[in-house]
């Protein structure tokens, strides 16, 4: 184990810093818009705006790495991230944070695919799945501590978003002074929308509504606290709810992937995510309840997102996961753009608790379309579904990839492991 990470840990800590940074910054929006006045409406725009730029970058990155380089992009993307942190106390005004949100969605967009491309360089075919596993802890665990952090300051200050724009610039030292060459980032070009739909239904409709849920708990979460009052380390914990839980749940649901039909798991764990919003909503602002409630309902939206991830690649063939990946990537991102918009106006009309209604209806339809395409495509074998491996939602193509083409090759192996013993028998 110690081998492994020897070549990737700078990679790894760079990684875990920009989390801190960037989960203080998701999370600081809603303390301080709340404090600014701004309402549910505005601050689901500037939530948005987030999910643009980073869709925008996914694109548009490979293309910069492609013309000057990693290490060039990866510099000038952290730079213009850490300026933007810094600008936002400075100006207070909901037009000019969408601007800078669009700005920061697409350098961490940037930042990922760069990151990524090191990171998958340095991994071998033996290796890779481990490292791309350390690599979500290490993102899930900065989002978690970013909120320990924000206990620290005042969100009425200029400090905490100043604390953040450090952690940002300081964590590109041990990953430009580590990296090495490696070639120009190559995305493959995502698939057709109308085709993935064909190819994989459930997976298409899933990850769209999925891309919905995750950016309304992530972006809307604190702001729905302000509104009903919470105080900032009340918010700080109920966030860092949302990602403990992800963090804890990853690895059973992960386990019962590779050894059910997945569209049943599907099923099941979106039952679990809209009966916990339903029961944020029921408890009218019970703090303890509202804890429980992020738990699982964060708990199962990140394992939904591999699980739709690997549902979507057992139908197709190994030529088209990259593209699939690519499609599915940019579904999720569409998702992520609807999603805080609709729950923004929901809050504007019908109150914060609307916060958890719009969670539960979208939980509730991908339960009841899974529900629905059981009954119109018979179930994959486990003996010949592709292998399991936690994505992060916040991946960029190129770790979505990797990460298919690793479970594929892992799911191929274990299937000629499995014949060669059967043949000894």
């Known amino acids: 184990m110690i081998k492994v990470f020897s070549g990737v840990w700078p990679l790894m800590l760079g990684i875990l810093l920009i989390m801190l940074g960037n989960g203080m910054h998701f999370t600081l929006i809603g303390l301080r818009g709340g404090i600014e006045g701004f309402s549910a409406a505005e601050l689901a725009i500037v939530t948005s705006a987030y999910f643009l730029g ?17 290490v060039r992009v990866f510099a000038a993307l952290g730079s213009f991230m850490s300026a933007g942190l810094i600008a936002f106390p400075i100006l207070t005004e909901p037009w000019a944070w969408t601007i800078l949100r669009i700005l920061i969605g697409f350098c961490m967009s940037g ?19 481990k490292v791309l596993s350390a690599y979500m802890i290490a993102q899930t665990l900065g989002i978690i501590g970013a909120q320990g952090l924000l206990t620290l300051g005042d969100a009425a200050t200029s400090v ?3 604390c953040a724009s450090i952690l940002v610039s300081v964590s590109f030292a041990p990953i430009l002074l580590s990296a090495t060459p490696v070639p120009a980032a190559e995305v493959a070009r995502a698939m057709p929308l109308r085709k993935l739909f064909t190819e994989s239904p459930l997976g298409t409709v899933g990850i ?20 009903i009052g919470m105080t900032a380390s009340q918010i700080a914990l109920f966030v860092a709810m949302l990602f403990a839980g992800a963090l804890l749940m990853q690895y059973p649901i992960g386990w019962l992937s590779d050894r ?6 599907i099923f099941g764990a979106s039952v679990v995510g809209m009966s916990f919003c339903a029961l944020g909503w029921l408890t009218g602002g019970g703090v303890y309840f509202l804890m429980i409630s992020a738990f699982f309902a964060g708990g199962v939206t990140t394992p939904l997102y591999a699980l739709f991830l690997a549902y979507t690649n057992d139908s197709l063939s190994s030529e088209d996961m990259p593209a699939a990946s690519g499609g599915l990537v940019f579904t999720f991102g569409l998702g992520a753009i609807l999603g805080p918009l609709v729950t923004g106006w929901a809050m504007q009309v019908f109150g914060p608790f609307a916060f958890w ?3 539960s209806a979208t939980f509730a339809a991908i339960a009841i379309y899974a529900l629905y395409r059981m009954t119109q495509r018979a179930s994959t074998p486990t003996t010949e579904t592709e292998s399991y491996l936690g994505v992060l939602p916040t991946s960029s193509p190129v770790a979505v990839e990797a990460a298919a083409v690793w479970s594929a090759e892992l799911a191929e192996s274990e299937r000629d492991e499995a014949a060669d013993l059967a043949a000894r028998a």
């Open 111 to 129: 930042i990922y695919v760069a990151a990524e491309s090191w990171l998958n360089n340095a991994a071998t075919n033996e290796t890779r799945g």
């Open 54 to 70: 980073f869709l925008s970058g996914a694109r548009i990155t490979p293309v910069m790495i492609r013309s000057v380089g990693h």
């Open 208 to 227: 769209f509504l999925l891309g919905s849920v995750y950016a309304t708990q992530s972006g809307m979460g604190a702001v729905f606290g302000s509104q």
């Open 160 to 162: 905490l978003f100043i």
């Open 357 to 359: 209604l719009v969670l």
């Open 260 to 265: 059910m039909d997945r569209r049943k798991l």
